[in-house]
């Protein structure tokens, strides 16, 4: 059984991966506008790899005996500029969660709540390789720069994504 103020810090959490998916999926609708649909793709399927996350904190605290209260989610943004611009945004949210990740873990700890703290090691493990991931599309990106060949060959790459696997 986890503490009420472990619980409603879980709860925050589940907020922020679901806002995660829809500003993902934000992204990706705005990549299809600019006809970036590579890259539209590639955060279609982020939104899905999100959408796993908040439902691996679901599962959690149901079986912890929680009674799951969802928050509204807050709108995200619908205009990002290059996609340069939507990758710098979507690495400086991976850092945010990172952040909120290594504080809600450091409070399990504090807690000695150590099956809480075992799950969200996993999504601190998970942030090392989004942002991993997401630097080396902005290093690319960078490389480019607006070379419309380079761009269509870093978007058709980033259309290759493969789908994710679900969360375990």
């Known amino acids: ?39 539209a793709r590639w955060l279609k399927l982020q939104y899905d790899e999100e959408i796993g996350h908040a439902t691996k904190i679901y599962n ?19 205009e990002f500029g290059t996609v340069l611009d939507v990758f710098t945004s979507s690495l400086e949210h991976e850092q945010k ?20 703290y075992n799950l969200l090691q996993w999504f601190v493990n998970e942030q090392v390789e989004e942002e991993a991931t997401v630097g080396e599309i902005i290093s690319k990106l960078k490389l480019v720069k607006e070379d419309g060949y380079g761009l269509l060959m870093v978007d058709n790459e980033l259309g290759s994504r493969p789908a994710p696997i679900p969360a375990a």
């Open 1 to 39: 059984m986890i503490s009420q103020a472990m619980e409603k810090e879980l709860l925050s959490q589940l907020n922020a991966e679901f806002y995660s998916a829809y500003l993902y999926l934000a992204m990706s609708a705005y990549c299809s506008k600019i006809e970036f649909n590579g890259a």
């Open 60 to 78: 959690y605290l149901v079986d912890q005996g929680v009674h799951v209260v969802l928050d509204a989610i807050n709108q995200p943004p619908s």
């Open 97 to 116: 969660m990172s952040e909120l990740l290594n504080v809600l873990s450091d409070k399990a700890l504090r807690e000695k709540d150590h099956a809480t």
